[in-house]
């Protein structure tokens, strides 16, 4: 499939953007705020190369998740989950959010819904799979990102809004 210079561009600097918000010293990670703008900014299509691609680089080791981490290890630890998800979830987002022009607040709704309930949720179910812990806890440890989350939902939300 041909894909026209410009889209390339717009896909490479948003992979850009994901892998250096690995690189950020924060306690908590921010690398799921590049991977929510790839949902807004990309096609489905756009969104399922972009992401695969970042994750394909992360899975043959080179060190670009938070904590510069790499390698097949991190994807079948407690966040492999996480990862997988940010897969879906970017595309589910572009999928969602082609569908007409949205205000403000109905972005953030739909940030939100894909950053907490689909990629917190799935990355839990990850979670206890790999720390052999009841569903439940993992759930419980997991909602201590939410509000997290829930700010970098509204950051992006705002970003997405001022840039379409």
Do not use: C
């Not at 600097?13 to 990309?42: C, K, S, Y």
């Not at 999928?95 to 109905?106: A, C, N, P, V």
């Amino acid at each position: 499939m041909h894909i026209e210079a410009q889209r390339l561009t717009r896909m490479a600097l948003l992979l850009a953007i994901v892998i250096v918000l690995g690189l950020i010293p924060v306690p908590l990670t921010v690398q799921n705020i590049g991977i929510l703008l790839i949902g807004l900014l990309l096609s489905p299509f756009e969104a399922f190369l972009t992401t695969g691609v970042f994750l394909l680089l992360a899975l043959i080791g080179l060190p670009i998740l938070t904590g510069l981490r790499g390698g097949m290890s991190v994807f079948i630890g407690p966040t492999g989950g996480y990862l997988l998800e940010y897969w879906i979830g970017a595309v589910l987002l572009a999928w969602w959010s082609k569908k007409h022009r949205h205000e403000w607040f109905l972005l953030f709704a739909k940030i939100a819904i894909v950053a907490v309930l689909i990629i917190d949720l799935f990355g839990s179910m990850g979670f206890a799979v790999n720390m052999h812990i009841p569903l439940i806890r993992a759930v419980a440890l997991n909602s201590l990102l939410i509000p997290g989350d829930i700010l970098k939902a509204i950051l992006v939300a705002t970003i997405a809004y001022k840039l379409k």
